[in-house]
C-alpha cells in the first residue's frame, strides 16, 4: 500500500472565509500516484474546519449567517477570559466539522453531484495548515 502526506498552508485577510481546497486535493492525489483509496483531508488547527458541500456563493453566505446565529463572535465565551477573543471560532469549528475522508477511483476523487472540499477559516490573519494523507494502491 502506498501512503502519501502533504500540507497544505492558508492564511486568510478575513477573519472567517471559506476557500474551495478542491484542486490542491486533487493535485495531491496525483502526486501520490494512488489510483484506489482514500484521502483524509483534515485541519490542524482547532478554529479552521474542513468539509464538503456545494461551491455556490449564496449558500457560504448561508452559512456565515448560520453561524453567526448559532455563535455570535460578539457573545460572551469563558474562553475569551483567558485573554483570547476567539471563542465563536472554537464553536464554529465544531459545527462544521475537522476532516473529510474521500474515495479515490481510478485516480480522481469519487464525488457525488456538486460536491467540492472546502477549507473553513473561523479565527483567521494567520498561518495555518491543512493536512492531506493520500492512502491506497
Known sequence: MKSYREELWFETKTRRAYLNITPL????????????GLVLVNAMHITASVYIN?????????????LDRMAPQQATYRHNETGEDNGDAHIKRQLMGREVLVAITAGRLDFGPWEQIFYGEFDGRRRKRVLVKVIGE
Open 25 to 36: 486535493v486533487e493535485a495531491a492525489v496525483k502526486k501520490s500516484g494512488v489510483k484506489e
Open 54 to 66: 456545494d461551491d455556490e456563493p449564496g449558500l457560504l453566505k448561508d452559512y456565515d449567517d448560520f
